[in-house]
């Protein structure tokens, strides 16, 4: 009797094992997802901004999530998100059963920027070796970081030395005028669009424009070297 009991205990167990086996191989695999977002989310940084490199990393997940797995999947970032610092990344699937949810990120970008060698006081006009190009930490965008020293600029506030620089910390001639027609360019982390308009006010690069467009709406970016104006959500 004993062995009868034991040989059913038997049979049960190898006939409901693949079913198990299959029911846990449906669910989402949770460590391979965070790997894709990683590797994303350094792709898009990288490209938004060449010669940067990016390292990022995602927050864990709920042990208790149970999601099926996804043949159709894709990531996005919200309309306001950044690709440096921290932020939200979106995994959304489409097939074959939709869903979509949320990890925390944190994408640390380096590049070249120019750096002061040594202080610089306010209103100096920087020579030679008084600045260079090193590899830094971006703590804000990295179109913010100049990499070539524009001829003639001075610096609008004190320098320690080994400090990155800001465009913003320079004194630029400028390069729109009020009443110009200039080019917006606008961007998000997955496309980007552009857009003629007049400028509103007079601006040296890395200095804040207003800019009307031919619908009459008002915007405001960021004066580039170039003359355009580049528009972040």
């Given at each position: 009797?004993?062995?009868?009991?034991?040989?059913?205990?038997?049979?049960?167990?190898?006939?409901?094992?693949?079913?198990?086996?299959?029911?846990?191989?449906?669910?989402?695999?949770?460590?391979?997802?965070?790997?894709?977002?990683?590797?994303?989310?350094?792709?898009?940084?990288?490209?938004?901004?060449?010669?940067?490199?990016?390292?990022?990393?995602?927050?864990?997940?709920?042990?208790?999530?149970?999601?099926?797995?996804?043949?159709?999947?894709?990531?996005?970032?919200?309309?306001?998100?950044?690709?440096?610092?921290?932020?939200?990344?979106g995994v959304r699937c489409d097939a074959p059963s939709p869903w979509t949810f949320y990890l925390s990120y944190q994408s640390r970008l380096s590049g070249p920027a120019l750096v002061a060698t040594r202080p610089i006081a306010a209103r100096e006009v920087p020579r030679g070796s008084d600045i260079e190009v090193r590899l830094i930490e971006y703590t804000q965008s990295p179109d913010l970081y100049p990499r070539l020293w524009p001829a003639d600029a001075q610096v609008n506030r004190p320098l320690a030395a080994g400090q990155p620089i800001l465009i913003s910390w320079l004194s630029l001639p400028t390069v729109i005028k009020a009443g110009g027609k200039v080019r917006l360019l606008i961007s998000t982390p997955t496309f980007s669009v552009s857009q003629d308009g007049?400028?509103?006010?007079?601006?040296?690069?890395?200095?804040?424009?207003?800019?009307k467009t031919p619908s009459g709406r008002i915007v405001q970016g960021t004066a580039r070297q170039d003359g355009t104006v580049e528009v972040r959500p």
């Open positions: 009797m004993r062995l009868k009991v034991l040989f059913f205990l038997l049979l049960a167990e190898i006939i409901f094992w693949p079913a198990t086996a299959m029911a846990t191989a449906r669910l989402l695999d949770v460590p391979e997802l965070k790997l894709q977002a990683v590797s994303w989310l350094e792709q898009q940084a990288m490209t938004a901004f060449p010669g940067s490199v990016a390292q990022a990393s995602v927050g864990e997940v709920d042990a208790r999530l149970r999601l099926p797995a996804c043949t159709e999947m894709r990531f996005f970032l919200p309309s306001n998100a950044l690709l440096w610092g921290r932020g939200s990344i007049i400028a509103l006010n007079t601006a040296a690069p890395g200095e804040r424009v207003r800019v």
